[in-house]
């Protein structure tokens, strides 16, 4: 059975850091690919960042949203069966629940909330 475990949020100022992790088992992590969703209060689920298998050896294999990119950086560690997000430069608007997810299989979310 496969089960993600969010951790790592909290609240942050604005220009500040935050590092979200998951830790996944019930399948052999390293074969998949990765994800983190989020979504405020009000509003759809949006895709923040992806990771694909070390299998994958075509070029990148990092993927972000654009209101992420250059803020944000995913990294996983296969051996730990747990993916990284690293935040930095946080902003009021990435105020929200955090979400790991692979294919249709979803950890409970982090809230992480950014304010002054």
């Known amino acids: 059975q496969v089960h993600l475990v969010e951790s790592g949020g909290g609240w942050a100022q604005p220009g500040g850091s935050l590092t979200l992790s998951c830790v996944a088992s019930g399948f052999n992590f390293s074969r998949y690919s990765m994800n983190w969703f989020r979504q405020a209060t009000g509003k759809e689920r949006e895709f923040v960042s992806s990771?694909?298998?070390?299998?994958?050896?075509?070029?990148?294999?990092?993927r972000y949203g654009d209101s992420v990119k250059g803020r944000f950086t995913i990294s996983r560690d296969n051996a730990k069966n747990t993916v990284f997000l690293q935040m930095n430069s946080l902003k009021p608007e990435d105020t929200a629940k955090y979400y790991c997810?692979?294919?249709?299989?979803w950890g409970q979310g982090t809230q992480v909330t950014v304010s002054s």
């Open positions: 997810n692979r294919d249709v299989c």
């Open positions: 990771i694909a298998s070390p299998e994958y050896t075509f070029g990148d294999n990092t």
